[in-house]
C-alpha cells in the first residue's frame, strides 16, 4: 500500500536510499554516499513530498517529489524485481501532469526503466558534486 511517508519513517528511508545509491552508483565512490546520509536525513526528505510502498512491516520503497521534480525514488534490495518502483512512479504520474528527474547516464538500469515508463531524455549535463554524466528526464501525460 503507497502511503505518504511520516517522520517515523525517515530512517527506514536513508537506508534504503544509501544501499541503493551505494548498489546503482558503482561508478560513484561510495563515501560519497556515506557522507551526504545526514542531509538526507535532515534536509532533502522533510522538504519532499514523500510517498512509501509500505508491505505490513514498514517501508519496502520510496518516492520523493519536489513540485514537479521527481527527486528519488528506491526500493529495498531485497524487493527489487517485484514491479513496486513501477507502482511508485505511477503513482506520482497520478498527482503530477509532468515530471522531470536526473539519473546518472552509467546507471543503465535506472535509464532503461524511467524510458520503458515514458520518459525522455531532455538533455545531458554534469552533476557538480561528483562530475558524473546525467540525463534530464521529463515524462508528461497524454493528456495534459
Known sequence: MIRKSTEHDIGRLVDIWLDGSIRAHHFIDRDY????????????LPMAETYVEDEGNGPVGFLSLVDGYLAALFVDSAHAGQGIGRK????????????ELKVYRDNAGACRFYARNGFVVREETVDEATGAREHVMVWKRADG
Do not use: G
Request: aromatic share 12%; proline share 4%.
Open 33 to 44: 554516499w556515506i557522507s551526504k546520509k545526514e542531509e538526507m536525513a535532515q534536509v532533502y
Open 88 to 99: 511508485l512512479l505511477e503513482y506520482a504520474t497520478t498527482l503530477k501532469p509532468e515530471l
